[in-house]
Every structure is written in C-alpha cells, then in structure tokens.
C-alpha cells in the first residue's frame, strides 16, 4: 500500500506527458528537425527546473522525508559520455521515443513499443555486462 502513492505519481505523469503531447513520435520527429519549439521548450524548463532544485537542496542543505542528508556526487566528465549520449539520441531519434514515457506510450495503447522498451532493458543489460570495457 506504501507503494501505491508511487504508482498514482507515475499515472499522473504519465497523463501530463500524453497532455502535453510529450511522447507524440511527431512532436519527437520536429523537435530533431528544427521545426519546432515545443519540446525544446520543455526539455529546457525540466533542466532549468533541475539546476533550480539542486541549487536550492545544496544551499539549504536539504533532508529526505527520513531525515537523511541529501549528497550529490560529483560526476567526471569522460568521452564515454559523448558516445552514450550519441547512441540515446540516435535510438531516441530513430524510434520517436524517449525511455521517459515509454509507459505511458504502451499505456496509451502503442503496445509496439513494448519492442522499443525491450530493447532499451537489453542495452542496459548489456552495458552493465561490458561496461569495465568502455571509456569512463
């Protein structure tokens, strides 16, 4: 039952990205051919959002519900992570789907993406199995 809050976070969301016609493949397709603003528009406010909310859970030192401090660790920047981000943005680009609302596209009755989600758990399994292997 303590999980179910989750669950009703997770539907809401999902409701607010078909809304706002964040997982439409054709919203997806102008936005990687620079036809139009929408989703850089949001894309842009959720990082704006993010630096905002960092910002202010370092500066005023922010505690988990449990009372736990909050630590951010620093990332190292390394070439791995212009190839990853290479490869998410190719499959992003060639399926007309973020891993984001992969839910709420199979949820909404695109139940081909169910290919798509697949595969995006395989990948994440295969890069755990090679991983020691790539650039960090």
Known sequence: MTKFKFLLLGFFFGVILI???V???FRIQEMFRFQAFQMYGI????????????????KYNVKTIKGE???IA?????KGNIFGGLMFGLGWAMT???PGPLFALIG???????????SAIFGTYMYGVIKDKLPH
């Not at 894309?43 to 370092?58: D, F, Q, T």
């Not at 620093?74 to 390394?78: C, D, H, L």
């Not at 909404?108 to 697949?118: H, R, Y």
Request: charged content about 10%; aromatic content about 6%.
């Open 96 to 98: 007309g789907a973020c």
């Open 19 to 21: 809304k706002a016609e």
């Open 74 to 78: 620093p990332k190292q920047f390394s």
């Open 43 to 58: 894309i842009g406010s959720a990082v704006i959002i993010g630096m905002i909310s960092v910002w202010l859970i370092k």
């Open 69 to 71: 401090p909050i630590v």
């Open 108 to 118: 909404s009755g695109l139940l081909v993406i169910a290919v798509v989600l697949l």
């Open 23 to 25: 997982i439409s493949w």
